[in-house]
Structure formats: C-alpha cells, structure tokens
C-alpha cells in the first residue's frame, strides 16, 4: 500500500469520527488537508506539527506527539502502524531527496604483497538522531524504499570512488533483491566506474526459490567484468552446495572464523580448512575483523589471500586518507607502534 493511500485512511478515519470531543482535531486536520490539496501526507504531518505547537501543555499530548500517535480520540493500533510507516516513509523521502549520506571507504589489504588491493564502501548518514546505517536501511526497507535508498548508496559510493587510486577494486554492499532489480544494469551505464573495478558483497543470503532468477539477472554483468562476494555467515551443507553453483569471486570470513586464531587451535584449523576450500574453486578468501598483529600474521601464514579490519585502517570519508592507501603496510612497525605505552 502506498504512503499516500495509507494517508487517506488515517484522515478518513479521524474525520468520519463524531466524537463532539474531537471536533477541533477534526477542523484543524481538515483545514490543512485544505492547504495542501492532493498532498494528504503532507496536510497529515503539517497537522502533527500544528498540533504538537499548540497542545504542548497537555502530558497526553506530548506522550502521544512521542510515539506518533494522534491526539485524543486515539486512533485503532492499525492506524497508528500506518502513521509511523508515513513518518518513516518523509524521514527516507527527505534524505533521498536531500543527498544526505556519505560514503566511507575502508581498506583491504593483499596480506601476501601487503599492500592495499581494493575498499569496501560503507554508508554513512547526516542526521540529528545518530540513527546507524543498518537502522535506516532497516527503516526504509519497512516503508517499501529499501532498494531506493540502496541505489542512492550505490551512487553515491561509485561517484566518490572517482578519488580512490584507481588499481583497486571497490566493494559495494548491495541485497540479493536489488541484484534482480532492473535499475541494477542502468546504473552500470551512468557510472564513471568501470564495472570490471566493481566487486557486489551481497548483505543477505539469497532465497532458494529465486536462487536461479538472481544468477540469470547477474551473469550478463558478470560475463562484463562484474564480480560477487559472499560471506560466511549462512554455512550449512545447503549454502555451501549453492555457494559452488554460483561460484563467487570472494568469500568474506569474520570474526567467528578468524577471532583469536593466533592462540585458538580450532580458529586455526577452521581458516586452514576455508584456505583450502577456496584454492580449489579458485574463491579470493578474504578475513573481516582484523584486530591483533598476532591474527594479522598467522593469517597470512595460512595462506589468507586477503584482509582488512581496524588493525589495518579504519573506514574514512576522506579523501586524503585514500590517496595514502599506496604504502607497503611495515607489520613489524605497526607491533612495535602498537606495543609503545599510550597506543
């Protein structure tokens, strides 16, 4: 259902209410709806503003202004539901149309060269509430915007990558859903990014029943240069068979796999056995979360083709700090800098 139709039902609902109480919320809501004809969102929360201005000095009001409730008569939980979906639906619509996000880059490092090889783009949001990127991307996802706000992230990633050096390869977060979107390969034709620089790191696992419709939609990008990552967090024998049909460029491992595997003998044998795993299909294996140079060098040893982490570098807006990604990364300087007192 659309904000504007879920609109229309919150205000016939109020208005179609003869409660002599109400009256005045009645009027007030019609006279906005009458300053803002085929807007009824917009009459809806000009009405909320109004009415949080003008009956502050009322505790029910302002209890129920928090929670995005109408005033007094109190609407059916339903409709209540349907005004926090408009709410969240004008917060994503203004930050769309305002362009208020940012992308980070976070570096990843060839752990046998040590040296930078690619980034992986992570959103981050202007706004007052300090509302996280999984929160909004959840927020928008609920409102039916979800692949809206993606491709506004993918965007705007793919034109800030114009100030990486241009050897590595960009990592762009993106859901299986939005791969099957028809938007995905238009993008491709608008971006200054060569799409063969393009790595997609899938954020959820793709539903077995459209597990053919994703690989038909991707492989006329992949036959151009596009490459795919997947990561380990669905492991069971059914992924993993699905993992060799799709047969992903790179598989990310985190911190259950690589947490503590300088000193943990099982950590150790787990990432020896996805080293060998991986050299058979011919996957980049690359380990999320590095935290230790202790992790850093037996993760190198085992063959690890590639790394990254707050150990390494962590995720910068700025573009000066990308264009200083061209330094051999010094392991031994970088223990003894740790090991100084105050680091």
Avoid at 50 to 70: G, V
Avoid at 194 to 201: G, T, Y
Avoid at 225 to 239: K, M, N, Y
């Amino acid at each position: 259902m659309s904000v504007r139709v879920q609109a229309w039902g919150i205000i016939a609902a109020v208005l179609a209410d003869a409660d002599p109480a109400g009256a005045a919320v009645r009027q007030r809501l019609s006279q906005s709806l009458d300053e803002n004809p085929g807007v009824p969102e917009r009459a809806l929360l000009e009405y909320l503003l109004e009415a949080r201005s003008s009956d502050a000095n009322t505790s029910e009001t302002i209890e129920s202004l928090r929670q995005m409730r109408l005033a007094p008569p109190a609407l059916p939980p339903k409709l209540a539901e349907q005004l926090d979906a408009i709410r969240s639906a004008s917060r994503i619509s203004a930050l769309l149309e305002n362009r208020m996000l940012m992308t980070a880059f976070q570096p990843i490092y060839g752990l046998e060269g040590k040296t930078v090889v690619g980034a992986e783009a992570l959103s981050r949001f202007v706004s007052d509430d300090g509302a996280t990127a999984e929160l909004w991307f959840a927020e928008a996802e609920a409102v039916g915007l979800g692949a809206n706000l993606e491709f506004s992230a993918l965007g705007s990633a793919a034109a800030a990558a114009r100030d990486l050096p241009g050897s590595l390869y960009v990592s762009l977060n993106i859901s299986p859903t939005s791969c099957m979107d028809p938007r995905l390969p238009e993008l491709f034709e608008h971006i200054e990014l060569p799409i063969d620089r393009v790595v997609l790191e899938l954020t959820e696992d793709i539903p077995e029943e459209e597990y053919l419709q994703f690989i038909s939609a991707l492989n006329p990008l992949r036959e151009k240069g596009l490459r795919i990552a997947v990561d380990d967090t669905h492991t069971g024998a059914g992924a993993l068979s699905r993992m060799i049909h799709l047969k992903p460029d790179f598989l990310k491992v985190g911190r259950n796999v690589i947490g503590d595997v300088d000193k943990d003998g099982v950590q150790r044998a787990l990432a020896a056995c996805l080293v060998d795993f991986t050299d058979q299909l011919g996957i980049i294996l690359v380990a999320e979360g590095i935290e230790t140079v202790g992790e850093l060098k037996v993760l190198t040893e085992l063959g690890i083709s590639a790394g990254q982490g707050y150990l390494l570098g962590r995720p910068s807006v700025r573009p000066e700090d990308w264009a200083s990604w061209n330094t051999r990364l010094d392991v031994d300087g970088l223990e003894r800098h740790l090991a100084s007192p105050g680091e």
